[in-house]
């Protein structure tokens, strides 16, 4: 079971965009991907040019299973046979599925993926609503409780509330809302705060952290860092001025949070939750940016924990990461920080920042976290500020946020459910075999590859036979125990969902910072069963197609 703990289902926003591996077996790498893919619509092509050309030697191979009809009639049905494809390619393979298929209210786009999504979505409900009986396997006992308090949480509106005020005064209070501020400011640790709300709940602001494998030796892990700590979506947003439409929706809904827990003067609640955009808008103006994160000669930089400490001593690092990994975590621990100069400014920041806008800045952070999980006023502020963002649209059913909060807490558990209830096995053997069956072919063409050197056809050669496939879901979620034991440390309260979401971060995070120090494991999913998605990873030379694909 050990292999399959390994930092699974750990989803750690990045402030990285563009990471490529852009050396040369990375790039034949992808080429090795794109081959296969292409290889795949050719046999597909070519055995319907046969079929329809009347060719019944050829009838034999073609597929007649009752799946392949539904997928054909599929696929003819997004083509507009009126379009000539060398005049417009786009309009004549989709051009009849975008006019059958309007992009619903709750959406902010649709596209075929969507389409299954919503497919697997309906099937997961009728599972996930169905009461589980004593003979059920811990692990779908979980993930349905999951499901339910998210549905049915009979405490939303009578203790979350008080629950998340309750915890806000276990990290000193909030000044924005002095009912609540516990110790006086003066006395006020914000170093502790910083960790205690890292190491308790996964929140981690100002950066990032997390545990993966290293860029440069794949086979072994390490701390990476990056920046942080903004709310409005991009940097960009930091620029305009504070009567913009996107800067007056987070003031005001910093404000509105603030007084649904309890502030009682609005307007000195308005002027402190102005202080903390500001003090956002300082730190997004000292972002590295992204023409410089996706230079992997800037981006990647290798050094010890000394050296961060070194360049932000405005945050006590040795409190942080020690409280946060919960054992000592030496100086001289490697550590991947992307955004050196931007953690040497964050700190001249810090430093120069009040503790008043310092307190407000952490708590908010905090608070925001479960505005959508603590009751339904909080979750209404919430959307009103998306809609100033995104534009008004309607809130997606209960059931569907449901569904799909349970399957990204426990998803190896709902995957195990769908599994069972969707798939006989034939498709995973069959998605194998074609996975081998392609390399083989692409192994056979590339000697008569010409454009490339003998060095790098032997490379070529050796990456496409390392390629390690994960396809489908994992054996170990068919079996009750090893499922149960893969969640042991996830407790569920069926009818108390916002503790259910705090236990989920903690999971979450545990598994992945306990990657420390081990050798990193190719064998661990990074997807769920019923995710519908797919890709390669060129630093881990992975492939892993889910089972809905």
């Excluded at 960009?236 to 827990?261: D, G, K, P, Q």
């Excluded at 502020?381 to 309607?394: D, F, I």
Aim: aromatic share 12%; net charge positive.
């Amino acid at each position: 079971m050990e292999e399959h703990l390994q930092g699974y289902e750990y989803s750690k926003v990045r402030v990285i965009k563009g990471l490529k591996d852009r050396n040369l077996v990375g790039v034949l790498a992808l080429l090795v991907v794109l081959l296969l893919i292409g290889l795949v619509v050719a046999v597909v092509v070519l055995r319907q040019n046969k079929s329809t050309g009347g060719n019944t030697a050829s009838n034999s191979s073609v597929c007649t299973e009752s799946y392949c009809y539904t997928t054909s009639a599929e696929i003819l049905s997004t083509i507009n046979t009126s379009v000539n494809p060398c005049d417009d390619f786009f309009q004549y393979a989709c051009g009849t599925w975008m006019a059958n298929h309007d992009i619903p209210d709750d959406r902010s786009r649709y596209m075929t993926f969507t389409v299954v999504s919503e497919r697997n979505e309906k099937i997961l409900r009728k599972l996930l609503s169905t009461n589980v009986s004593a003979q059920s396997g811990v692990g779908e006992q979980k993930v349905v409780g999951y499901y339910q308090s998210c549905f049915n949480d009979i405490y939303t509106e009578k203790a979350s509330r008080l629950e998340l005020i309750k915890r806000i005064g276990m990290l000193g209070g909030w000044s924005a809302v002095p009912s609540i501020m516990i110790v006086n400011l003066n006395t006020w640790n914000f170093n502790q705060t910083l960790a205690k709300i890292a190491s308790g709940y996964d929140i981690n602001p100002f950066f990032s952290i997390w545990v993966s494998s290293d860029l440069k030796d794949a086979k072994t892990t390490i701390i990476e860092m990056t920046q942080g700590g903004i709310t409005l979506p991009g940097v960009r947003f930091y620029t305009y001025n504070e009567t913009h439409s996107a800067v007056v929706a987070l003031i005001e809904y910093m404000t509105e949070v603030a007084t649904l827990l309890g502030a009682t003067n609005r307007t000195k609640t308005m002027e402190k939750m102005t202080e903390v955009y500001r003090f956002e808008k300082r730190l997004a103006r000292a972002y590295i940016s992204n023409l410089n994160l996706e230079n992997e000669a800037v981006r990647y930089n290798k050094v010890m924990l000394s050296q961060v400490k070194a360049a932000c001593p405005a945050i006590d690092f040795n409190q942080y990461v020690n409280l946060l990994f919960g054992r000592t975590i030496p100086n001289t621990q490697p550590v991947v920080n992307y955004a050196m100069n931007y953690f040497k400014r964050m700190s001249a920041i810090i430093s120069n920042t009040s503790k008043e806008t310092l307190n407000n800045y952490l708590i908010w952070h905090f608070v925001k976290t479960f505005t959508s999980a603590a009751d339904s006023k909080l979750l209404r502020a919430y959307q009103k500020y998306r809609e100033a963002l995104y534009g008004k649209a309607t809130p997606s059913p209960q059931w569907r946020t449901c569904v799909y909060r349970a399957n990204a807490a426990l998803g190896m558990a709902s995957g195990a459910m769908f599994v069972r209830h969707s798939f006989n096995g034939q498709s995973r053997t069959t998605a194998h075999s074609m996975v081998q069956g392609i390399r083989s072919a692409f192994l056979k063409a590339l000697p008569s590859l010409n454009w490339m050197d003998a060095q790098t056809r032997k490379v070529a050669a050796e990456k496409a036979n390392a390629i390690h496939d994960q396809i489908g879901y994992p054996d170990f979620i068919l079996n009750e125990a090893q499922l149960a034991q893969f969640y042991s440390n996830f407790p569920v309260n069926e009818s108390y969902y916002f503790i259910n979401v705090i236990a989920r971060r903690i999971y979450a995070m545990k598994v992945n910072l306990d990657q420390l120090g081990k050798p990193f494991n190719k064998n661990r999913w990074s997807m769920t069963p019923s995710t519908v998605n797919a890709y390669y990873s060129a630093n881990r030379n992975q492939i892993e197609p889910e089972i809905v694909i």
